[in-house]
């Protein structure tokens, strides 16, 4: 595997906020994506952090299936429920808007829930159910996203890669993140592959004979041409239970869709009738539970600290001497990335250099220049 420079955590954070205002992003959203996308480097989940900064947000706001500004219009609200349009502009500012306003409606009611449509990719689920858990309640997110994965005894990519992610307070310095797609390997995580030159493990795509894939450029090709899908987790067909997968995805794509009346399936391609780029219009759903509504905030945060404590003292098997749960190596990663920095791969290396060239941004000095 290639040797990564790292790079200060301040230096990436102030380019990248700079960039995102050269692209026509307002600077206090350009703070919240920035945060968004860093925050999953800083949870080593580095298929959705500066990895996608540049193919994911500034090329889709240079072709156009983007908007730099993000206008919010709230279509309908309750005490205890919303329904935002976030016009196709930056998911992460109308994601983080969503989070603020049920945490205020669940700290007063008990629960909340809303959901957003005409939307745009939201970074990490757990960014969002984290901001729900620092305030001392549970948070719940799904969203769909364009079609890459198969239904069990299917090859067509119908479903999105749709995260279902829980985080949980817990009296331990961390909470109980569950932040994962419900197909075994996403997007993302193959194009890291292809950066790091890496084949993808075998059981994890399927091309449209049925046979397994694992050369990534050959995948992310063939997946662009709907040639190619991921499977869900579980796997390919029913003996190791593909369908538990399969329907976790359908129930993400249902509540993304059907809670704000958008769009679904292959109408989320980001494709046009004539072949064209056009919006995604995706859907997200959030809902915050508030555990002092049932036997208090310490009672919840204690017994879900000494579940997680009894499964990690638990016996180990053979040849492994630790058993972790949910959220926990996200938090030992950032205890170890706090003072080295950002991980940077050569290929994002030459993409930073680049963006630096083009935006004027000569101010900014990287090591590996």
Not at 188 to 212: A, H, Q, S, T, W
Not at 228 to 245: I, W
Not at 268 to 277: A, F, T, V, Y
Not at 285 to 308: C, H, Q, R, S, Y
């Amino acid at each position: 595997m290639e040797e990564r420079i790292y790079i200060d955590w301040d230096l990436i954070k102030n380019f990248m906020i700079d960039v995102f205002i050269k692209y026509g992003v307002p600077e206090d959203d350009a703070k919240i994506c920035t945060d968004v996308l860093l925050e999953s480097d800083r949870r080593g989940i580095e298929s959705h952090g500066l990895n996608r900064f540049k193919p994911i947000y500034l090329d889709r706001i240079k072709k156009g299936t983007l908007l730099p500004t993000t206008k919010i219009d709230i279509v309908k609200e309750t005490a205890t429920t919303i329904v935002m349009n976030a016009n196709n502009g930056m998911g992460m500012v109308a994601s983080h808007k969503m989070m603020n306003m049920l945490i205020e409606k669940a700290k007063k009611y008990g629960m909340a829930g809303g959901t957003i449509f005409n939307s745009t990719h939201y970074g990490i689920a757990g960014y969002w159910t984290t901001m729900a858990a620092k305030e001392g309640l549970i948070g719940v997110t799904g969203t769909n996203a364009r079609p890459s994965v198969a239904p069990t005894f299917g090859v067509e990519p119908m479903l999105g890669t749709n995260p279902l992610t829980f985080t949980l307070p817990t009296d331990e310095d961390f909470p109980f993140n569950l932040d994962c797609a419900t197909c075994i390997i996403q997007n993302g995580k193959i194009e890291f592959y292809e950066r790091m030159n890496k084949e993808v493990p075998k059981g994890c795509v399927i091309d449209e004979e049925g046979n397994l894939m694992t050369d990534p450029k050959k995948i992310l090709t063939d997946m662009r041409a709907g040639k190619a899908a991921l499977l869900p987790l579980g796997g390919d067909g029913e003996e190791t239970a593909g369908y538990k997968g399969y329907g976790f995805t359908t129930l993400v794509e249902i509540l993304s869709s059907a809670l704000s009346g958008g769009p679904f399936l292959k109408d989320l391609s980001g494709i046009d009738k004539d072949g064209n780029p056009s919006m995604y219009h995706l859907g997200h759903f959030f809902f915050v539970i508030n555990p002092e509504f049932f036997m208090g905030l310490d009672t919840f945060k204690k017994t879900a600290g000494n579940i997680l404590r009894e499964l990690r003292a638990s016996k180990k098997e053979k040849g492994h001497d630790k058993i972790y749960t949910a959220g926990e190596k996200e938090y030992l990663e950032w205890q170890k990335r706090k003072e080295k920095g950002v991980p940077v791969s050569k290929s994002i290396q030459k993409e930073l250099i680049d963006l630096k060239v083009k935006n004027n941004l000569v101010n900014y000095h990287f090591p590996f220049e």
